[in-house]
């Protein structure tokens, strides 16, 4: 099969979950398909072709910027038999690419533009267009993959013209053996995390959707014995940013040990990072899977994540970590819930540790990359059989 995978992350410019799945199902696909990766970005890689929008569109809103792109990828698919988007930065150019060329086209579904109004902050007027962009691509799609249970019932909901057969679930992975525990401290030391202080981590965006902002209010009431890292970074727009930097640096005036690096960590950096932390946190408001908390779990650590989206069927509660409820309107309830969930396993270390052991297991068990690669083919074989 000659597969088009299109997408807007790709290493090394991978900045979030959807870009971490579409790197590893690249490099297990590689081994079952003759594949050709599409992504943003300058230059190419053997099987690799980027695109990037013309310089006319420097400055313009990121979503004309983004159609730019899906053009220039859809005018370079000739000779594809299959394409398989992902994300809304892609998708257009898959339905394009399905119209123009006469073939099928796959999307991959890692979150949905009608649960992130926020995005409206973010984007202006293209939130608009990113919404149509997403609408056009998965109802016309040959098939949808949703990333979890969870992701299923919020398509299905937000989409209902599809049909339910069209969508199946193929969870995302983790490479067990990137991540896994490190035992050394050197990425520790260099940002001057106390050795003898149990430390909470959170790993991500500064985003509405991360939740970043209730975890800050959050740590205002956790043991004061424990550290707070926060690897958080490229915020959606300069009111976030704003939001984070304050609440920042009023957690800082009544706590130490507060340490925050904004720039992008390499891979063996974070997985150090995770190893050696007391717990994860995944304060999300939104999340469709929440990769982060699986590699936490692969590097052996426990999560304290919200209860949403997806997020439960990787985190196991009372097994692998401790989930939290979330609901829109409660923040400060939501708040209590997480600094009790963290103080339970700052105050336990014993049963953290347990929690990140059936973490681990959890992780290597049930969500090889290999096995989702295998599904994603077999789903090719199936589209390109019915049509």
Known sequence: MKVGLLTREYPPDVYGGAGVHVEFLARELRALVDLEV??????????VVRHRAPASLDGANDALRTFAVDLAMAAALDGRELLHSHTWYANLAGHIGKLLYGIPHVLTAHSLEPLRPWKAEQLGGGYALSSWAERTAMESA????????????????????????????????????TYRPDPRTDVLDRIGIDPDRPYVLFVGRITRQKGVPHL????????????????????????????????????????????????????????????????????????????????????????????????????????????????????????????????????????????????????????????????????????????
């Open 38 to 47: 599409h992504s943003w970005g300058e230059g190419s890689d053997d099987g």
């Open 142 to 177: 040959d098939a949808v993959v949703a990333v979890s249970d969870g992701m299923r019932r919020d398509i299905l909901s937000s989409y209902p013209s599809l049909d339910p057969e069209r969508v199946q679930v193929i969870r995302n992975g983790i490479d067990t053996a």
């Open 216 to 387: 800050l209010r959050a740590a205002r009431r956790i043991d004061p014995a424990a550290q707070l890292v926060l690897c958080a970074g490229a915020p959606d727009t300069p009111a976030l940013d704003r939001e984070f930097r304050a609440l920042f640096d009023e957690l800082s005036a009544v706590r130490d040990g507060v340490h925050w690096i904004p720039a992008m960590l390499p891979r063996p950096a974070v997985v150090q990072l995770l190893t050696h932390a007391a717990l994860f946190v995944c304060p999300s408001v939104y999340e469709p899977l929440g990769i982060v908390n699986l590699e936490a779990m692969a590097c052996g650590t426990a999560v304290v994540a919200s209860a949403v989206g997806g997020i439960p069927e990787v985190v196991d509660d009372g097994r692998t970590g401790l989930l939290v409820p979330y609901r829109e309107g409660r923040s400060e309830e939501f708040e209590t819930g997480l600094a009790d969930a963290i103080d339970r396993l700052i105050g336990d270390p014993g049963t953290a540790a347990r929690m990140g052991e059936a973490g681990r297991e959890r992780a290597v068990t049930e969500f090889g990359w290999d096995t989702v690669a295998r599904r994603t083919a077999d789903l090719y074989a199936t589209v390109l059989k019915d049509g």
